[in-house]
């Protein structure tokens, strides 16, 4: 959810698949907490919303739509790291990088 916020503005497209992908493992929790029921449902909600604005390109379009983008911000985290600059900045782009891999792989589409 963290990651989809952060990219809202600039890529809705792959916001909407993060936040799928997030929606996807709330469900699998058994017996979860009313108040991730209901967050499950209002992001639900918000996605069917967004919907009618995203340009939507059908599975594999979608799919590479978030592999581009995860490998600009790898990209970007490996450049600074080849510069010497191993820092926090670094690391939260690597990690964010991942979690655009883990949508792209799995959840994109199914």
Do not use: N
């Not at 959810?1 to 799928?20: G, K, S, W």
């Not at 058994?30 to 108040?35: G, N, T, V, Y």
């Not at 599975?59 to 592999?67: I, P, T, Y």
């Not at 490996?78 to 792209?104: H, I, N, P, S, W």
């Amino acid at each position: 959810m963290q990651r989809a916020a952060e990219i809202q503005a600039v890529d809705p497209l792959t916001a909407y698949y993060t936040r799928m992908c997030a929606v996807q493992e709330g469900i699998k929790i058994p017996q979860r907490h009313a108040d991730i029921s209901a967050l499950i449902g209002k992001v639900m909600a918000e996605m069917e919303a967004s919907k009618p604005g995203l340009a939507l390109g059908g599975v594999e379009s979608d799919r590479f739509h978030v592999e581009a983008l995860a490998l600009r911000v790898f990209a970007g985290a490996d450049k600074l790291d080849r510069a010497g600059r191993r820092d926090e900045t670094t690391k939260k782009r690597y990690f964010a990088a991942k979690v655009f891999f883990q949508v792209r792989r799995g959840r994109v589409g199914g």
